[in-house]
């Protein structure tokens, strides 16, 4: 059975990411942990100590946590159709990166889903956001991120994106490959680059990437411009019809560099694409 874990902060890019959970994994054995982490919004003092003030509006804070986790849940059973019991909720006085992070031990979850508000449909748009503060902690789980309000399409045909300079660790894709077997996807590894210009070494670590896959068909795209790398993905998954993208994060690595990015603001503001980061070691 699956786990998974969507943060909810009870906005409609909140229950956007939810729906899409649902409809991702209807068909499976899974349960839908809704998430509502109200720590953030009780500060501290610079002793650490809870003021009085903080103190008072904790308990209200605690109604109204349940109260939206409540209200999401009828709402999710009527919208999915899903019975009841394929849901969990949680309400938490945690801030939200250690709730997940604790939450993933306890709940053995499997993936966990955010959705992002005020995304421009950039990968850069959502830097300094809570979704890539998490994804910065390098956790042990998959995270999926559904911007902005995304109607549901099947993810058959999944973009991954990588320079492919370094070796892969299997278990990092063992929840791609499980999601692309149970759709019959195909993966198509996008290469920011010329055609010709892979060493030996990328190409002994892409025919590997292979392998992992198994019998999901898997082939490689080049994709090369004079634009910001995460330009370039984000006009590859439209321009291909993509439905997802994936890519593994490393720190002070290529995919670090695609959030870092400066915002360009030419970019088309109506794209918006799920997608899929995957844990350097699962």
Known sequence: MKNILIATDFSKEAYCALY???Q???EEDATFHIANFYGDEIHTSVYSIVNEEEFKKAPLLKISSQVGCTET???IIRDSELGQERFEIISSEQKLIKGIENLIKERDIDLVIMGTKKHRGTLQSIYGTHTTKLIERAISRPILVIPRELDYTPPVNIA????????FEESSFSFLRQ????????????????????SKEQWKNFNELKSYFEEVPVHLEYSFTHIEISRTLAEFVKNNNMDLLSMIYYKHGFTE????EPVVENID????FPFLILPEKS
Not at 160 to 167: I, Q, V
Not at 179 to 198: F, H, N, P, Q
């Open 179 to 198: 999601l692309a077997k149970s759709l019959g996807s195909r993966i198509t590894v996008v290469y920011d680059g010329e055609e010709g210009s892979l």
């Open 20 to 22: 899409y959970a649902t």
């Open 257 to 260: 560099s695609i959030f870092r």
């Open 73 to 75: 849940l009828h709402k």
């Open 160 to 167: 991954f994106a990588s320079d492919l300079s370094r070796k």
């Open 24 to 26: 991702l994994f209807k």
């Open 269 to 272: 503001r109506h794209l918006s």
